[in-house]
């Protein structure tokens, strides 16, 4: 089964995430990636059936989770059940655990991680040509994919849930800056994993880093 | 001048006080710290997946965020649940 990746791409906090989406988990996984224009609902309609696991990134609110220039994607009451049936559903955005989350569980989906208030971080607006390269912004999104890449691993979705849990508590231990710090625990206190913790999807072939890097992209608004 | 973490309390207390200004002003005084400390970045911007349906900006450059915590009262409280981790 292949796998659904939707990452928008429109302002500095889609950049940021999707540079280090497209460095270090879009390598792994098939070619159905929703990136930017393609990040909408028609394509995830159609992608995400034939999926055992959707990865999203992009705004989101209590009851929705949005893709490219927040564009519905799964809005409660919004989606056909088969869309999430029997998935794994990692969604890096915010507040989706509070209400999102706990409906797409009871339509079915295996599994479902995600965050309960917003998600926040410090990202240099400078590297937006080159995201992945931003040490800020890694503090919180590394384990957020290195989550993922557990879960990509064929780890249980309690063992990838509790990966990105241990790599915050690594990184705010390590950190002096006092916001990054303060963000890093806020997002680690609003992660949220929902349905079976035993979901599990095939184990995805690994990639050997250093990898070489994505090429630069363009800049916002370009 | 106080270091970082002097300042950082003192930006803490301001946002459980509900102090707005108070808060703007200490952190401030916070970024001034860190410059003096060495430790300013190039473009550092606080930012956030929420959808436009808040009444804050997904992207606040640190040094916009005094004046964006005396303005906006939904910004202020997301940073006192970021920097104290008390729910509302």
Known sequence: MPSTLTLADFDLATRSASGFFIRYVVPRVEPIHLYAMLARRTPFRLSAPQSDIIIGMGHGDIDAFTGQNEAIILAIGKYN????????????SCQTGVSLGPDLVRNGAA?????????????????????????MAATCLMPVVNSINALLDGKTSKEAFDTELAQYDCYAEIEEDELIKSCIEFNRMNAILLGNREAKVRPRPKIAFPFPPPPIILPLGA | MADTKEEWQRYQEALRRGDRAAAAEAF???QEAKRAEGKGRSRPTLVN???RAKAYPNAVPLDKIPDELERNPEFFELMRRIATKENS
């Open chain 1, 81 to 92: 059940p088969n869309e999430v049936e029997g998935k794994v559903i990692k969604l890096l």
């Open chain 1, 111 to 135: 599994s479902f991680q995600g965050y309960t208030d917003d998600y926040v971080w410090v990202c240099d607006a400078d590297l937006a040509s080159t995201p992945w390269s931003d040490e």
């Open chain 2, 28 to 30: 401030r005084r916070y």
């Open chain 2, 49 to 51: 997946l929420s959808t």
